[in-house]
């Protein structure tokens, strides 16, 4: 029978739709591919995705931007790109729970472009690996004069190959680690590093005599020429988006409250060091700061020990820019041009569904199909690490290369994707769309659940139970009313679930414009730049 004590006042309708949301939430953390990861261990591995060494050059981006301008330049970029990182997040909702990639996205929203997707993710991937292989070179003969000034008499101790060979038996066991969550623990070693640069940068800041006013920009700039040469750093130093669909797939509590916690403490925490440093840095040293600020303090052991914590840093990193290059590999060599004159072989049930094979089916964190095999796992990873290891020993310098992958790649992944991905799979019309907000109707709506109820008695009580329901209208709904804004506060602040739909597939449309200028005026100061420089 109905329970009339549901009609005497909002409370029990609420309760019922807070039942059926919570019932929903469990469900979906049960299903099949979910992830073992703590919210702590994916915030620990998406800040040392972020934070790398675009840290050291931020003081020299502020030169050019101004303390004010250069502020507001690095909060805007942590904002949009932890934008980018939230519409990963929902676009994730279409995919089954354990198989969100790029290339499950694209092969929803754009199939036969999904190769080139994936292909712009490994080439960025590979391309910062092969950056901080670089950075181990030429840091690590250094660290070992500063530590003890004979080695400088031996000659293979300084020589850069000889050392990006010894910290590949580091590299090697890393890379070959299937889940992110293993790497927590390197990660935090390398956040401990990080650490100790913050507080070399800010000891010097504090103990050091400061630059001159007179080469300190505090409300001036270097001019649009300066400010976009550098915008590229500060974009390239939150970017993290090629992992954060392995962060959703390994984690176990993938409520929204939860996605947005991580997003926010990891960007959140990137945004507060990146500003520190800037400040500090710019302020001890002026206009005359360069690139790699670590390398213009005076040799001592505090800066060998800095030096040295950029070694681990940056080894400990480059496990993570593996795994998502390994997994956009696999998806290119498993790419087949689709054809668009059938339609394509659907695995959703009439209830609703995701579309793409099942998690039982596919639990690779980019491929489409059957999880790599252990022989084309290694294959993959020797080959990632052959080459990134050669590329790294013949070429001494990549910091152009790095320019033209950073404004590609970096601008690619942190905004142009997740905003055309989500404008393209939220539409209203998209079966993918229908579908899931079916689900989240069948979920989230307690008046649904009422009439299942009136339904199931409606041959006995049904007009005693519609009757009663008319009169208990007035109070039930002046009693949702009283909790209503409570209830909408509270999203507002935590879980941003009460945002508009066409708010947010215009505002992921302006994300994805605002990616494109970017790269285009990225690009044309690196060609400008390449010009001169010849």
Same mark, same amino acid.
């Given at each position: &029978?109905?329970?009339?004590?549901?009609? /005497? /006042?909002?409370?029990?309708?609420?309760?019922?739709?807070?039942?059926?949301?919570?019932?929903?939430?469990?469900?979906?953390?049960?299903?099949?591919? %979910?992830?073992?990861?703590?919210?702590?261990?994916?915030?620990?591995?998406?800040?040392?995705?972020?934070?790398?060494? %675009? =840290?050291?050059?931020?003081?020299?981006? &502020? /030169?050019?931007?101004?303390?004010?301008?250069?502020?507001?330049?690095?909060?805007?970029?942590?904002?949009?790109?932890?934008?980018?990182?939230?519409?990963?997040?929902?676009?994730?909702?279409?995919?089954?729970?354990?198989?969100?990639?790029?290339?499950?996205?694209?092969?929803?929203?754009?199939?036969?472009?999904?190769?080139?997707?994936?292909?712009?993710?490994?080439?960025?991937?590979?391309?910062?690996?092969?950056?901080?292989?670089?950075?181990?070179?030429?840091?690590?003969?250094? !660290?070992?004069?500063?530590?003890?000034?004979?080695?400088?008499?031996?000659?293979?101790?300084?020589?850069?190959?000889?050392?990006?060979?010894?910290?590949?038996?580091?590299?090697?066991?890393?890379?070959?680690?299937?889940?992110?969550?293993?790497?927590?623990?390197?990660?935090?070693?390398?956040? #401990?590093?990080? %650490?100790?640069?913050?507080?070399?940068?800010?000891?010097?800041?504090?103990?050091? =005599?400061?630059?001159?006013?007179?080469?300190?920009?505090?409300?001036?700039?270097?001019?649009?020429?300066?400010?976009?040469?550098?915008?590229? !750093?500060?974009?390239?130093?939150?970017?993290?988006?090629?992992?954060?669909?392995?962060?959703?797939?390994?984690?176990?509590?993938?409520?929204?409250?939860?996605?947005?916690?991580?997003?926010?403490?990891?960007?959140?925490?990137?945004?507060?060091?990146?500003?520190?440093?800037?400040?500090?840095?710019?302020?001890?040293?002026?206009?005359?700061?360069?690139?790699?600020?670590?390398? &213009?303090?005076?040799?001592?052991?505090?800066?060998?020990?800095?030096?040295?914590?950029?070694?681990?840093?940056?080894?400990? +990193?480059?496990?993570?820019?593996?795994?998502?290059?390994?997994?956009?590999?696999?998806?290119?060599?498993?790419?087949?041009?689709?054809?668009? /004159?059938?339609?394509?072989?659907?695995?959703?049930?009439?209830?609703?569904?995701?579309?793409?094979?099942?998690?039982?089916?596919?639990?690779?964190?980019?491929?489409?199909?059957?999880?790599?095999?252990?022989?084309?796992?290694?294959?993959?990873?020797?080959?990632?690490?052959?080459?990134?290891?050669? !590329?790294?020993?013949?070429?001494?310098?990549?910091?152009?290369?790095?320019?033209? #992958?950073?404004?590609?790649?970096?601008?690619?992944?942190?905004?142009?994707?997740?905003?055309?991905?989500?404008?393209?799979?939220?539409?209203?019309?998209?079966?993918?769309?229908? $579908?899931?907000?079916?689900?989240?109707?069948?979920?989230?709506?307690?008046?649904?659940?009422?009439?299942?109820?009136?339904?199931?008695?409606?041959?006995?009580?049904?007009? +005693?139970?519609?009757?009663?329901?008319?009169?208990?209208?007035?109070?039930?709904?002046?009693?949702?009313? =009283?909790?209503?804004?409570?209830?909408?506060? $509270?999203?507002? $602040?935590?879980?941003?679930?009460?945002?508009?739909?066409?708010?947010?597939?215009?505002?992921?449309?302006?994300?994805?414009?605002?990616?494109?200028?970017?790269?285009?005026?990225?690009?044309?100061?690196?060609?400008?730049?390449?010009?001169?420089?010849?």
């Amino acid at each position: &029978m109905p329970d009339y004590s549901t009609i /005497s /006042s909002g409370e029990g309708s609420a309760s019922v739709g807070d039942m059926t949301r919570h019932k929903r939430a469990r469900g979906r953390q049960k299903e099949a591919g %979910g992830g073992q990861a703590t919210m702590v261990s994916s915030v620990i591995n998406l800040l040392n995705t972020i934070i790398g060494a %675009g =840290t050291l050059a931020m003081p020299s981006a &502020m /030169s050019h931007f101004g303390i004010l301008f250069g502020v507001i330049v690095i909060l805007w970029s942590g904002f949009t790109s932890a934008f980018g990182l939230y519409l990963q997040s929902r676009c994730a909702r279409y995919l089954d729970r354990g198989s969100s990639s790029f290339f499950a996205l694209s092969q929803m929203t754009y199939p036969n472009a999904a190769v080139i997707f994936d292909a712009a993710i490994a080439i960025k991937c590979f391309g910062v690996g092969v950056s901080y292989m670089i950075i181990i070179g030429d840091l690590m003969p250094g !660290v070992v004069e500063g530590f003890d000034s004979r080695a400088a008499d031996i000659p293979f101790l300084m020589d850069r190959n000889f050392w990006i060979t010894v910290f590949m038996l580091v590299i090697i066991p890393l890379s070959f680690l299937r889940r992110l969550d293993s790497l927590k623990y390197t990660s935090i070693v390398a956040l #401990v590093a990080i %650490g100790y640069l913050i507080v070399l940068v800010v000891y010097h800041f504090a103990s050091d =005599t400061l630059a001159p006013r007179d080469k300190i920009r505090f409300i001036s700039w270097g001019g649009p020429i300066e400010a976009l040469a550098s915008l590229p !750093v500060v974009i390239f130093a939150y970017t993290c988006h090629q992992n954060m669909f392995s962060i959703l797939n390994e984690i176990a509590n993938n409520s929204p409250g939860s996605i947005m916690g991580v997003i926010f403490s990891s960007i959140g925490s990137a945004a507060g060091i990146y500003v520190l440093v800037a400040i500090t840095g710019y302020l001890t040293f002026g206009n005359d700061v360069i690139g790699n600020i670590v390398s &213009m303090y005076p040799a001592s052991i505090a800066s060998t020990i800095a030096k040295a914590a950029i070694v681990v840093l940056v080894t400990f +990193s480059i496990p993570l820019q593996v795994h998502p290059c390994r997994a956009s590999v696999d998806a290119v060599l498993k790419w087949r041009p689709r054809d668009v /004159s059938r339609p394509p072989v659907r695995t959703s049930s009439p209830g609703g569904r995701p579309l793409l094979p099942t998690p039982s089916q596919s639990r690779s964190d980019h491929g489409p199909s059957a999880p790599i095999s252990d022989l084309r796992f290694a294959i993959l990873t020797t080959i990632i690490l052959v080459l990134g290891y050669v !590329v790294a020993l013949t070429v001494v310098s990549l910091e152009r290369v790095l320019a033209y #992958v950073g404004s590609t790649g970096s601008t690619s992944i942190s905004f142009i994707l997740p905003g055309l991905f989500y404008y393209k799979i939220s539409d209203p019309n998209s079966i993918h769309h229908q $579908r899931l907000t079916k689900e989240d109707d069948d979920a989230l709506s307690p008046s649904e659940s009422e009439s299942e109820v009136d339904n199931a008695d409606e041959g006995l009580l049904g007009r +005693s139970v519609e009757s009663i329901r008319s009169a208990a209208s007035g109070s039930s709904a002046k009693s949702k009313n =009283t909790k209503s804004p409570w209830r909408w506060r $509270r999203k507002w $602040r935590w879980d941003m679930e009460h945002l508009n739909p066409e708010f947010l597939r215009g505002a992921a449309l302006a994300l994805a414009i605002y990616g494109v200028c970017v790269m285009t005026v990225c690009l044309a100061m690196n060609l400008v730049g390449t010009v001169v420089a010849h």
